[in-house]
């Protein structure tokens, strides 16, 4: 028996929270200020809520399982129907009971949530808490409170260091064995990075090398130098593969890591861990609990370990460790606010890190070059393996998207590996919120329930042309602020038509009424008390220089209007999201009519954005700018204002400002009405020549060829190169000229190097089969089979080709056609030059060479 010590109080930050079906407890694990990790056994009575009108068939219903009805001290979301609280002597028979319900058809509040997450929203625990009670050591972490009580954090501070091993493996390709893991050990400061590597010994390697025990490799070096860790790893070999499996196991819990990561994780290395575990009837017990429980992966089950969730789409699989939580580093770079080329390894790393993978290759030729280091050099082999380790730690921490994570988690109340997910995050802050109010969440929809969302932001009609001298103003937030200025807001929206009023608010006070007809209580409502909250930190954070923390609450304002339009969430509605959109139409339109009246030209206006003709010179200044725009901001912000305050009697938090200024600002056409005379603009595509404050220009560009990933560089440098010139001034002549000399340049092969197109794959190839878009085709010349991705290829005589193959000469004509034809066209059209000097797509070399008067001397 271990000593219990004496009670005390600790700070720390909750990992994971689970039931043990077989105790009857909750667990609860994480780590303490002091950097102990901790575990807290919690006995709490499981149970959710019926409605009062269902108490009579539901006992019928569970006659025969023990339980027992409660009066609750909630009230139900409508404020119409009183709840009863049945509770449960046993997590199984809750889970029992909710089965029988449900396929009864009687509603409850909770009953699909999970005991642990309404036991943390009933004691309003998110992420960091306060621990009393006495403790013990544990065998699988430091310390162990056997019946402690929690508490929400106090206003001090609470600083925790949490520990992350990055984990990678390297497979044989062909029988799917595990070569290699390597595990890449820090902390959620990012200052050491150590660890080690297990390889499998080549076959018909030098065995004699290994020691007795199968476990080191004894004539090398046991060292593993990295250069992006500030530590040594340990490279360690192994005759077998289930040597190797056991000793990571016993890897992962002799370092006791509060987090598992790795790129592509979930979809790769963890599952193959776990098939090989159980492959080699290895329990996968790399979690915090003496009990693990079942691993599914793919319909396959292990007796004990992890749990592991897999389905279709990118964020479906996820796993389940008991008391650690598993976040894969590719998802959280994809949910962040940085966008990449793509999304492998060795792109994100190279452009967050300066460095990369140790072998480069892609598709075969990288299977290759694996299986020649394994053979050859398995030292190199396993560095390889470990650098991918250590990479995810570094894009982690220069980037800052770790404390992103868990600073969301921690606001949200969501474990780690939901932090970046809306619903969830949603569903979680607003139910807590509720239940401060005493006031139950109201039942998840039927499966029958639909939420059409809500129409996109208004886009005002694009004019398009080249304009001089035009300003952006932007209404800051302008969702978020609608829903503070005009109460929109669920519980306000259900309880609007409510008689009994609140005896703080005055019975006669109309609901507030939107445009597309949904009404809200003047009562105040749970999101603008949010969404004011989230303000005030923002702008705190703003102020400290904190942008991290800055874009947590901007982002997870900005998903508010998201989730209210969807029927994933328990609380969308289809008049919920209309309310928002049709009113921030009515503001975008109304400023649009106020800048007209006074004399400004709106050229184009998008969801919150507004961009207006200053009729200001070329001599202007970005000082010019600022104050004269600055000025008519306050001006139509004093118009809204006393507009919303004479038509709804409530406080506007609208905000229009100007936000940048263009000395050349382009809409370009439709495709297909470049010659129509009184053509239509592109919606969400423009370009500007932006002024900086200190009275330098750049090319900037929203939503066309140049910031599209789907483009050739080709395209991209081509746009960029062309706006340029036109924008500093050049003429039409210079402009053809510039042209054919690109076309020169392409059909004599100097271009080739920016010819390649590079596509993502959202499902494998194989599943492709009413239509093969160039990609796939591409995919399935390398081979691609159950496996998505970026792929890049190349336009040929034979059609597309896998870039990092040996292909049919360029098909030059195409690129002509595709990637500068376009970019031509809308440009030229734009700035009101005639577009009949470039042929049309399909008219072949021949046209070009015709219209260039024969300057174009050479075969494409």
């Known amino acids: 028996m271990h000593r219990v010590t004496s009670l005390d109080e600790f700070r720390g930050f909750l990992v994971h929270t689970w039931a043990d079906l077989r105790r009857d407890r909750l667990f609860l694990t994480g780590r303490l200020e002091d950097g102990r990790s901790f575990a807290a056994a919690q006995n709490w009575r499981p149970g959710f809520h019926i409605y009062e009108h269902d108490c009579a068939r539901c006992a019928v219903l569970l006659s025969s399982i023990k339980h027992e009805v409660q009066p609750s001290p909630l009230e139900s979301f409508s404020g119409r129907e009183k709840l009863c609280h049945l509770c449960f002597f046993r997590y199984g028979d809750r889970i029992a009971a909710a089965r029988i319900l449900e396929q009864a058809g009687i509603p409850s509040p909770d009953m699909d949530a999970r005991p642990p997450d309404l036991f943390l929203a009933e004691k309003y625990i998110r992420g960091f808490l306060r621990i009393r009670g006495a403790f013990r050591p544990g065998r699988l972490v430091d310390m162990v409170f056997p019946d402690a009580e929690l508490l929400p954090p106090d206003e001090r501070p609470i600083r925790v260091v949490l520990q992350i091993a990055s984990i990678d493996i390297e497979t044989d390709t062909k029988d799917q064995s595990i070569r290699a893991v390597a595990i890449a050990q820090t902390d959620s400061d990012f200052q050491n990075t150590a660890g080690l590597v297990r390889v499998l010994f080549p076959p018909g390697g030098e065995k004699g090398a290994v020691t007795q025990n199968g476990t080191h490799y004894g004539t090398h070096s046991d060292t593993l130098a990295e250069p992006t860790a500030g530590q040594p790893g340990r490279l360690i070999f192994h ?146 393996c470990f650098k991918d380790a250590a990479l995810v730690p570094g894009i982690l921490a220069k980037t800052g998207l770790f404390r992103l994570t868990r600073e969301r988690a921690a606001l949200t109340g969501v474990s780690l590996d939901k932090a970046w997910t809306s619903v969830v995050s949603f569903e979680r802050i607003y139910g807590m919120e509720l239940r401060r109010r005493f006031i139950a969440p109201p039942p998840p929809p039927p499966p029958e329930h639909q939420v059409s969302g809500a129409v996109g932001g208004t886009v005002l009609e694009p004019m398009p042309g080249l304009f001089n001298n035009v300003a952006v103003f932007d209404f800051r937030s302008l969702y978020p602020t609608i829903m503070r200025t005009f109460n929109v807001d669920p519980l306000a929206h259900e309880r609007s038509a409510l008689k009994e009023s609140p005896a703080d608010s005055a019975p006669s006070s109309p609901p507030i009424r939107a445009p597309n007809g949904a ?187 140049a910031v599209r990933s789907d483009a050739t560089p080709l395209a991209r440098r081509v746009q960029m190169e062309l706006l340029e010139l036109v924008f500093s001034g050049k003429d039409e002549t210079a402009f053809r000229e510039r042209v054919f000399g690109i076309l020169r340049e392409l059909g004599s092969g100097n271009l080739d190097g920016e010819l390649v197109y590079r596509k993502r794959l959202s499902r494998p190839p194989e599943t492709y089969t009413s239509s093969t878009p160039p990609q796939v085709k591409a995919a399935r010349a390398l081979g691609w089979k159950g496996r998505r991705g970026t792929v890049e290829f190349v336009w040929t005589t034979d059609g597309p080709e896998p870039a990092s193959m040996p292909h049919a000469p360029y098909d030059y004509d195409h690129y002509t056609d595709s990637q500068v034809l376009p970019v031509v066209l809308s440009i030229a059209a734009a700035a009101g030059w005639d577009t009949e000097q470039f042929p049309r797509k399909g008219r072949g070399r021949q046209a070009w060479v015709d219209l260039a008067g024969g300057q174009l001397e050479f075969e494409f």
């Open 519 to 705: 009404e809200f209580s003047r009562q105040p409502g749970i999101l603008p008390e949010l969404i004011a909250e989230y303000f005030a930190a923002r702008r705190k954070a703003l102020d400290a220089g904190d942008e991290n923390a800055a874009f947590v609450y901007k982002i997870l304002m900005n998903s508010f209007y998201g989730v209210l339009g969807t029927s994933a969430c328990r609380y969308g509605r289809t008049e919920l999201a209309g309310s928002i959109t049709t009113f921030a139409r009515k503001w975008l339109l109304l400023s649009q009519d106020w800048f007209t009246e006074k004399g400004y030209q709106v050229l184009y206006g998008d969801t919150d954005s507004l961009f207006v003709e200053t009729g200001l010179g070329d001599g202007a200044s970005y000082t010019n700018f600022a104050e004269t725009c600055g000025a008519l901001a306050t001006e139509l912000n004093s118009f809204l204002t006393e507009q919303i305050e004479s038509e709804y009697q409530v406080e506007s938090f609208l905000e229009l400002r100007f936000e940048k200024a263009y000395r050349r600002f382009l809409i370009p056409p439709l495709r297909g009405f470049h010659d129509e005379g009184a053509a239509r603009g592109r919606a969400k595509g423009y370009a500007g020549y932006l002024l900086d404050s200190g009275g330098g220009v750049s090319v900037e560009v929203k939503g066309m060829e």
């Open 239 to 384: 005759h077998d593969e289930a040597t190797l499996l056991r000793a990571f196991v016993a890897d992962i819990q002799g370092m006791d890591p509060d987090v598992l990561t790795g790129w592509n994780f979930l979809d790769f290395d963890f599952p193959r861990l776990a098939e090989r575990c159980e492959h080699h009837g290895i329990p996968f017990a790399i979690g915090r609990s003496a009990r693990g429980t079942s691993l599914q992966v793919a319909g396959t089950s292990n007796q004990e370990g992890a749990k592991f969730f897999s389905g279709e789409g990118r964020r479906s699989a996820a796993a389940l460790v008991p008391g650690r939580q598993v976040i894969d580093a590719l998802r959280i770079v994809r949910s962040g606010p940085r966008r990449f080329p793509d999304y492998t390894l060795e792109t994100v790393s190279q452009a967050v890190l300066g460095e990369g993978k140790i072998v480069t290759a892609s598709g075969k030729d990288k299977i290759a070059e694996l299986d020649r280091l394994y053979a050859d050099d398995p030292e190199t082999f396993g560095k390889y």
